[in-house]
């Protein structure tokens, strides 16, 4: 009677081994993609929590066609506004990890109302709002001078603004009926001067003078929408945050003095009254 022959059973390795490459090449993009910059890592998420997003999800369901176009010119420009989506996609969760960034640095709930500080994302960087209320004064009071807050608030903001190059134009504004006791000092000056206090304390603290694009005084003219003119809330400090390169040669600085009229600031810079400690060491101050 004829043996039978033994079944062949050597296979089961083949599968572990299979399973063993799996994992490394896993590994190693897992390791990959973490050496990289914040940039690619907020990409690589958005794509892992929306992979299968359509091209007609935000459209009727037929999508755009032009009779002049050539099937390969529409498919490079579809090809480069997708592109461009992408990485506007990429810069505003960005910009909006920055702002959640600032709020967690300087100890604040962005949902509460009336918050000292307001941080808006525009379509080229961020708008940050410091407000100088009762409750929590920026500067003492009508004088262009921070308080300890105020100090501690600059000194962060210029660590936000010099390590991600930021591109920096300082507005300052007052609300109406200050009194004042100065002769010759009014609305105009004092929105001047703030503003050029925060252009000092965020090059004192850290930021290239050649960041600084342009400081401005407003007086009482630009009151928020739907405030009155004479709310506390119009006495702020408005610092628009622009992306890009600064410009090659330092700009010159010069602040609104009148209606019509400008203020060359000193060439010399002056420290803030007071240098506060490291801003991961000094709690905020309570009015």
Same mark, same amino acid.
Request: charged content about 20%; aromatic content about 8%; cysteine-free.
């Given at each position: 009677?004829?043996?039978?022959?033994?079944?062949h059973?050597?296979?089961?390795?083949?599968?572990?081994?299979?399973d063993?490459?799996?994992?490394?090449?896993?590994?190693?993009?897992?390791?990959?993609?973490?050496?990289?910059?914040?940039?690619?890592? $907020?990409?690589?998420?958005?794509y892992?929590?929306n992979?299968?997003?359509?091209?007609?999800?935000?459209?009727?369901?037929?999508?755009?066609?032009?009779?002049?176009?050539?099937?390969?010119?529409?498919?490079?420009?579809?090809?480069?506004?997708?592109?461009?989506?992408?990485?506007?996609?990429? +810069?505003?969760?960005?910009?909006?990890?920055?702002?959640?960034?600032?709020?967690?640095?300087?100890?604040?709930?962005?949902?509460?109302?009336?918050?000292?500080?307001?941080?808006?994302?525009?379509?080229?960087?961020?708008?940050?709002?410091?407000?100088?209320?009762?409750?929590?004064?920026?500067?003492?009071?009508?004088?262009?001078?921070?308080?300890?807050?105020?100090?501690?608030?600059?000194?962060n903001?210029?660590?936000?603004?010099?390590?991600?190059?930021?591109?920096v134009?300082?507005?300052?504004?007052?609300?109406?009926? $200050?009194?004042?006791?100065?002769?010759?000092?009014?609305?105009?000056?004092?929105?001047?001067?703030?503003?050029?206090?925060?252009?000092?304390?965020?090059?004192?603290?850290?930021?290239?003078?050649?960041? $600084?694009?342009?400081?401005?005084?407003?007086?009482?003219?630009?009151p928020?929408?739907?405030l009155?003119?004479?709310?506390?809330?119009?006495?702020?400090?408005?610092?628009s945050?622009?992306?890009?390169?600064?410009?090659?040669?330092?700009?010159?600085?010069?602040?609104?003095?009148?209606?019509?009229?400008?203020?060359s600031?000193?060439?010399? +810079?002056s420290?803030?009254?007071?240098?506060?400690?490291?801003?991961?060491?000094?709690?905020?101050?309570?009015?």
């Amino acid at each position: 009677m004829a043996r039978k022959k033994d079944a062949h059973h050597g296979g089961a390795w083949k599968v572990a081994y299979a399973d063993f490459v799996t994992a490394m090449m896993a590994l190693f993009m897992v390791l990959w993609i973490s050496a990289q910059d914040q940039k690619i890592l $907020i990409a690589t998420s958005h794509y892992f929590q929306n992979p299968f997003k359509s091209a007609l999800n935000n459209t009727n369901g037929v999508l755009p066609y032009d009779t002049n176009k050539t099937v390969k010119d529409q498919g490079q420009e579809d090809g480069s506004s997708r592109e461009q989506n992408s990485v506007k996609q990429v +810069e505003l969760a960005f910009l909006n990890s920055l702002a959640k960034d600032f709020y967690r640095l300087l100890h604040l709930d962005e949902s509460m109302e009336d918050k000292p500080i307001d941080i808006q994302v525009t379509s080229d960087g961020l708008r940050v709002t410091l407000f100088d209320r009762a409750q929590r004064l920026l500067f003492r009071e009508n004088t262009a001078e921070f308080t300890d807050w105020g100090q501690f608030v600059m000194q962060n903001l210029a660590w936000l603004i010099d390590r991600h190059q930021f591109r920096v134009t300082i507005d300052g504004h007052t609300r109406s009926g $200050i009194p004042f006791t100065q002769a010759g000092y009014g609305a105009w000056e004092l929105s001047s001067d703030r503003a050029n206090a925060a252009r000092r304390a965020l090059t004192y603290y850290a930021v290239s003078p050649a960041l $600084i694009e342009r400081v401005t005084g407003y007086a009482d003219t630009r009151p928020l929408t739907l405030l009155a003119s004479d709310a506390e809330s119009n006495q702020r400090v408005t610092l628009s945050l622009g992306a890009g390169r600064a410009r090659p040669t330092p700009p010159t600085t010069a602040a609104t003095a009148g209606p019509e009229t400008t203020a060359s600031a000193p060439p010399t +810079e002056s420290p803030p009254a007071a240098a506060p400690p490291s801003p991961h060491h000094l709690p905020p101050s309570s009015p």
